[in-house]
């Protein structure tokens, strides 16, 4: 067995995605002949992952948005439930999307076969009740923050801080020169790259509030270039938006690279969401936005236990960028927020240092510690 595991995996979306590709490099370092399948993406596919559903099915946030698909994502747990009960892996990786990955990792653990989470669910930010099915569904947490063990062994879940993949990943000193040139926007202009989330429901909410909030910040800072990386599927959707608002000049659209985009921006609009934490580690000030339905909002708002909602806030325990979330998220102030970090570069330089001691903080060997404490469930002592 651990000369070519057998593992099942699933991840939920683009991020999910990305952080399961990291981790599957690692694996296979260690099992070369490993064989991988469940539901994933590109980055899984290319480290030999079979995906026998796409990740963007399961790319759902927000409560009444997710009742809207419900019918499918339950069908595609129950199939995939009974094809992993009857071609039984050595092991069940559930890569974030805790909604999805919890209840299906309680059954197959209680069937005998063993789970691994990767990802903390933010038991910590709200919903702390998920603790209780934490327990019953998983063997072992990866946890990508620091804190996190100290939480999960006071309810008995076994754990491991692995640190943040992408804290390996993305540059201590990220190259912003070679970013624009890759992307083909001029040296010496300021760019804003707006980002207003990889799922549908994101951008149904989001992208035309961001895109009226950037032309007001055109309008400001003349010669301004906006760039938007896009989930392929998504491109026209935010194509459109663009144009409704009357952003043409300067206007960027690419495929994915949103880490490119990153590395490019002065400053970033950016949804909620994994895509912030990954704007600190680029050293980027932002401004945090989201919008969702009124109903889930309430929901959601209710079962919040810090004052927080973006990471980068959360991790430092400071509302170090600002957050504009539901209706105060409009273009007047979404771009009022955003003029303030252009016009203040001491201000930008004290947010970055505050990032760079984040990324170090986050910087492990995170592939090797999570194969090291995968390997110890498939072989306890």
């Known amino acids: 067995m651990n000369a070519a595991p057998r593992l099942a995996m699933v991840a939920g979306e683009v991020s999910g995605d990305l952080l399961a590709g990291l981790l599957l490099g690692g694996l296979r370092q260690r099992w070369p002949a490993l064989s991988a399948k469940g539901i994933g993406g590109p980055r899984m596919a290319q480290h030999g992952f079979e995906a026998w559903w796409p990740c963007e099915k399961l790319a759902v946030r927000g409560y009444v948005e997710v009742l809207r698909h419900y019918r499918e994502i339950v069908g595609i747990r129950r199939q995939l439930r009974e094809r992993l009960l009857t071609d ?23 069937s005998g076969i063993r789970t691994v989470h990767f990802v903390c669910p933010s038991v910590w930010a709200w919903r702390a009740s998920r603790l209780q099915k934490i327990r019953r569904s998983v063997d072992h947490m990866l946890c990508i923050f620091p804190f996190e063990p100290d939480l999960l062994a ?10 943040h993949p992408l804290a390996s990943v993305i540059p201590q000193v990220p190259d912003q020169a070679a970013a624009r040139r ?3 926007l001029p040296g010496q202009a300021e760019v ?8 549908a429901s994101e951008v149904q909410y989001l992208a035309d509030v961001f895109f009226a909030a950037a032309r007001r910040v055109q309008q400001a800072r003349p010669g301004l270039h906006v760039v938007v990386p896009a989930v392929p599927a998504l491109r026209p959707a935010i194509g459109q938006a663009a144009r409704r608002a009357g952003i043409d000049a300067g206007l960027h659209i690419v495929e994915g690279r ?5 590395a ?8 909620s969401g994994t895509a912030t934490l990954e704007a600190a580690l680029f050293k980027r000030p932002m401004v945090i936005a989201y919008r969702m339905h009124a109903i889930s909002w309430h929901i959601m708002r209710r079962q919040a236990l810090q004052p927080w909602v973006g990471l980068p806030n959360i991790l430092l325990r400071d509302m170090a960028v600002p957050e504009l979330l539901q209706g105060q998220a409009n273009p007047g102030r979404l771009a009022s927020a955003l003029l303030e970090w252009f016009e203040s570069p001491d201000r930008i330089a004290a947010v970055q240092e505050k990032f760079s001691a984040l990324h170090h903080e986050l910087r492990r060997d995170t592939a090797q510690l999570a194969t090291d404490a995968i390997q110890q469930v498939l072989s306890p002592a």
Do not use: M, W
């Open 192 to 199: 804003l790259a707006v980002l207003p989330g990889s799922r």
């Open 264 to 271: 490019a921006c002065d400053v970033t609009l950016i949804a």
């Open 88 to 110: 039984r892996p050595d092991l069940f990786i559930g890569v974030d999307a805790p909604d999805f990955n919890l209840d299906l990792e309680a059954g197959l653990k209680a």
């Open 258 to 262: 949103s880490h490119e985009a990153l």
């Open 182 to 184: 890759a992307l083909g």
């Open 154 to 163: 006071r309810e008995g879940i076994a754990s491991t801080y692995v640190g």
